[in-house]
């Protein structure tokens, strides 16, 4: 399907910088959230296969969070963001759908209801709980939820895919995560035996070397796969 892509500045809370692929009449709206280097650019093929398949997407552009530990302010400041981006896009009576990688599927997960607790043991939380028809979390940071009753508001459909070679956000506490969701809903989990937590962006952060051995494969794969999951939505 046809769609347009632009990058513009949304004149709101300062200014947010959005990168839209618009479909003319689209099954759902897909917001998507960068991880800590906050850029959509860098998931482009991902974004632009979603796009192809008749939905609408919202790609905020963040700044960069300067430390692995980001303090309750800086997850605040990036949650308002998405929520701005999520009243200002969504249409009423169409599904929306959150797409996010690191940090950035963190923070879609808060958005969706999950109880956040930074590493300085400070809650985070939105304005108001988003209802989410899924949510697509590529190597989430989960440390923030291992919490007992933290996925409990959970009522949405989930696809979960981390690599078994992160050294970020390791998949053994990712498999933790996965359980405590599986006690509300099913999941789908994809555990990639070859990927880093990096894996999953097609530009690679500078002076990072990726375990994946094919990346232009992996990536288209994945690109389907996410969008076969999200049509399944709809």
Avoid: C, W
């Avoid at 997850?75 to 959150?98: F, H, K, M, N």
């Avoid at 999950?114 to 939105?126: G, R």
Wanted: charged letters at 20%.
């Amino acid at each position: 399907m046809d769609f347009t892509e632009s990058t513009f500045q949304l004149q709101k809370e300062g200014g947010i910088t959005v990168t839209m692929f618009e479909v003319a009449e689209p099954k759902a709206i897909v917001i998507f959230a960068a991880g800590r280097g906050g850029s959509p650019s860098r998931h482009l093929p991902l974004l632009r296969a979603i796009a192809a398949r008749g939905y609408t997407v919202a790609a905020p552009h963040f700044d960069m969070i300067p430390s692995a530990m980001p303090t309750k302010e800086q997850l605040d400041a990036r949650i308002r963001q998405l929520e701005v981006i999520s009243d200002e896009y969504t249409t009423a009576g169409l599904p929306v759908i959150g797409v996010g990688h690191s940090i950035g599927a963190t923070l879609l997960l808060t958005l969706a209801g999950a109880k956040a607790i930074t590493f300085y043991k400070e809650s985070v939380k939105p304005q108001l709980k988003r209802n989410f028809t899924g949510l697509v979390l590529l190597a989430p940071a989960v440390d923030f939820f291992l919490h007992e009753g933290a996925s409990d508001a959970i009522n949405t459909k989930v696809y979960l895919r981390t690599g078994a070679k992160d050294n970020v956000t390791p998949a053994d506490r990712t498999m933790m995560f996965k359980a405590m969701l599986e006690e509300h809903g099913s999941v789908n989990f994809v555990l990639d035996e070859q990927a880093g937590h990096f894996s999953y962006m097609d530009q690679l952060p500078p002076n990072v070397k990726d375990p994946q051995p094919d990346r232009h494969l992996f990536l288209e794969e994945l690109a389907n796969d996410v969008a076969k999951f999200i049509v399944s939505l709809t």
